[in-house]
């Protein structure tokens, strides 16, 4: 497997890791799934479009701060402990040599391998007259009343392009063919208009085997010429903005923070530009009128391609090609919980705790949960919280329905979802127009834990139904997010539950809680004890080991607190998807942690913590990583798996990611490949497997 995507190092404190370095790590994974042969093509594809669209949302994102930081004050900047411009640049050259890498993968191994396979994703330039003639009139029939280009002259004082949008520029030269007059030069934008024509890419008629595809861009590029038959040549290439995507809100108790995240949002889109990537091959006068006009400067400006927003290679044709594609894998049914849509959830849940893995099997289960507490006349209440909201979500409709069936709603909504408050906000206000009581988060806070809690009258007394989660109500993300939620009846978590919901509504501290680790409360401090009992163990002589499954790791407190132990002797395994700043196996520091990463089919979201507490181990599952933000300034909740039966099947799966020796990486991106004599294992393949088992007993 190649290895050359590996970053460059950044510098970093002597125990820990640069935040910047450990994402371009993790994206250096990503892109490595583009490279393997052993992915199926045209799921390659679609590594290359992830990759992409985590690139974007970087330079929206941490990009746009370090711009930020470099413009405070000097004495400010200085208590932050390192040169925020200086980290910029190094983090600009890493982001351009992954850039190269990409390219080159796209060019000298997908395009190769999508030829042998008879797909051919051609350019105006590789027509044959019959094809051309055929994109001739595609364009009259199917594009041009689409494009609307906008002349950069002296009556146009500035040019605002959209976030995360690709343009296409159009240099004019030459005088009108058969009239003397003096040589004219001209420059036009003009957005390029894929959501209205449908997508990126343009199906040609098939030759036999062979399959032809063709960007909308170059569509546009092979009839130019159309659009302008004054000039002699028209030349075009491509152009994309990103823009600073942090919301800049004052969060105070009484504010008024749905119209600060609405008015904040429109201030998105004209946010402060992180980068504006352009094709090298634009000529120059068309760059400087780009740069007039919309007021970039040369530190924005990012070498790009040809071609801008691979993300849109999530929308790349299959032709069919089932065989370039993962093998499909249907949602399984859950092998506890009943399966027809009549039988009551309710009732299972009741009896025993279940606990369900998506996208291995159905999220359709709480969407059906809830629909059923709509509909049972002994349901008074229902409570959720929501983060990311499907476009066309079927949980906010099944809590409408439940609204309307004249149940108390609760919906505790967060509006500092990044890149998802539009969704929420419009759900939002449908919830509060069918009667619900809406909840627009916490001031000072990110609520950011996944819970569901319904209240049942049972005779003289009430009853509550919970299911706690490690990722979104959000039935879009299910498909492709690796997660887990309890459904539970143990009134030692449902009561608990019922206190987080009570805080919500009256905004005081709540006291400590017995069963569940909460943030900002006690989250830390627990975490600081279970690990304070492994490190007392291990000094005693005794078994001490944690094992954590996390997106981040990041958090300084937390991670010397991981030293501490693996000094004492505890034996730390990280299972980490994306940014650690904990540098493993250093004498005398680290070297009882090991640290690995999956990347795969699946996005690993789930977060779950291991304590061998004596040999009465300790399972957690959260929607918390272990970062500042979480551990601080977020509503977190940690649940504990006390079902002896559930426990054991998360501890199989952990241990499958555990044992993982296809693709897991360690912590400097080198894959960890079996043996000779190991048996390969591939965990989430190996999961899929073991569930479908399940279900069959």
């Known amino acids: 497997m190649p290895h050359d995507t590996q970053p460059t190092p950044l510098s970093a404190e002597p125990t820990l890791l640069n935040r910047e370095q450990s994402w371009l790590n ?19 594809l679609k590594f290359l479009a992830i990759f992409s669209s985590n690139l974007d949302e970087y330079f929206k994102v941490r990009v ?27 983090v600009l050259t890493e982001v351009g040599r992954q850039q190269e890498v990409f390219g080159e993968t796209f060019r000298d191994q997908i395009l190769p391998e999508l030829h042998r396979h008879h797909i051919h994703l051609v350019t105006e330039q590789d027509l044959t007259a019959e094809q051309h003639q055929w994109v001739q009139q595609y364009f009259r029939e199917r594009v041009q009343d689409l494009l609307s280009p906008v002349v950069l002259d002296d009556n146009l004082h500035h040019l605002f392009l959209k976030d995360q949008t690709t343009y296409l520029t159009f240099y004019l030269t030459g ?33 036999g085997p062979e399959h032809y595809v063709m960007f909308l861009d170059d569509v546009v590029r092979c009839c130019a010429h159309e659009l302008f038959p004054k000039y002699e040549a028209v030349e075009v290439h491509s152009i994309k903005m990103s823009r ?14 749905l119209a600060k995240i609405k008015s904040s949002l429109q201030k998105r889109e004209t946010g402060y530009p992180a980068r504006l990537l352009y094709d090298p091959a634009m000529p120059k006068p068309v760059l400087r009128a780009i740069m007039q006009k919309t007021g970039i400067g040369k530190e924005e400006l990012v070498e790009g391609s040809r071609y801008h927003n691979f993300r849109d290679f999530f929308g790349f044709p299959g032709f069919g090609l089932t065989t370039l594609q993962y093998p499909p894998q249907v949602a399984l049914p859950h092998p506890t919980l009943p399966r027809g849509k009549e039988d009551s959830l309710l009732a299972a849940i009741g ?9 291995y099997q159905s999220f359709d289960y709480v969407t059906r949960l809830i629909k059923e507490a709509a509909k049972d006349p002994a349901v008074t209440d229902v409570g959720i919280t929501l983060y990311r909201v ?56 990110k609520v950011h834990a996944k819970l569901l809690l319904i209240r049942r009258q049972e005779g003289d007394a009430a009853r509550h139904y919970a299911y706690l989660s490690t990722g979104n109500f959000n039935e879009a993300t299910a498909h492709v997010y690796a997660d887990h939620g309890l459904f539970t009846a143990d009134e030692r978590l449902t009561a608990e539950v019922a206190r987080v919901f009570d805080f919500f509504r009256t905004r005081e501290t709540p006291a400590p809680f017995g069963h569940l680790l909460v943030a900002p409360f006690e989250l830390r401090q627990r975490l600081n004890h279970l690990i304070d009992v492994e490190i007392e163990h291990a000094r005693a002589g005794e078994e001490a080991y944690i094992i954590l499954k996390l997106n981040a790791l990041q958090d300084e407190g937390m991670i010397r607190k991981l030293y501490e132990a693996s000094q004492a002797g505890v034996r730390v395994e990280l299972l980490i998807r994306g940014i650690s700043c904990l540098l493993p196996g250093v004498a005398g520091q680290s070297e009882n942690i090991q640290q690995r990463g999956i990347v795969d089919r699946y996005l690993e979201h789930a977060r779950v913590y291991v304590f061998a507490n004596g040999g009465q181990e300790r399972v957690y599952m959260a929607s918390a990583d272990w970062m500042t933000r979480n551990l601080d300034r977020r509503v977190e909740v940690a649940f504990p798996i006390y079902d002896a039966e559930v426990r054991r099947e ?18 400097q991106n080198e894959y960890l490949r079996e043996g000779a004599e190991e048996k390969p294992v591939r965990a989430q393949a190996e999961t899929y497997e073991y569930l479908r088992k399940r279900r069959k007993k």
Do not use: C
Request: aromatic share 4%.
């Open 26 to 44: 993790f994206n250096a994974r990503v892109l490595q799934e583009a490279q393997n042969p052993e992915v199926p093509l045209l799921e390659r």
């Open 64 to 90: 746009a701060t370090l711009r930020r930081l470099q413009n405070l004050k000097k004495k400010t900047r200085a208590k932050l402990g390192e040169d925020p411009g200086e980290l910029l640049q190094q």
């Open 175 to 207: 005088h009108a063919k058969g009239k003397k007059a003096e040589n004219e030069e001209r420059v036009l934008v003009m957005e390029l208009p894929t959501k209205r024509h449908g997508g990126r890419f343009v199906q040609l008629p098939d030759a």
């Open 244 to 257: 600073d995507a942090e919301l800049d809100i004052q969060e105070e108790v009484s504010g008024n923070l």
């Open 351 to 359: 009896q025993r705790d279940h606990l369900i893995h998506y996208p």
């Open 390 to 445: 499907a476009d066309k979500s079927k949980v906010a409709k099944a809590l409408l329905k439940a609204a309307k069936h004249g149940k108390q709603v609760t919906v505790v909504v967060e509006l500092k979802a990044r890149f998802d408050e539009e969704s929420n906000i419009r759900w939002a206000e449908k919830l509060e127009q069918a009667g619900a009581t809406v909840i627009y988060g916490v001031p000072e806070l």
């Open 650 to 667: 998360v501890r199989y799966l952990v241990d499958l990611q555990r044992q993982d020796n296809q693709k897991s990486r360690d912590w």
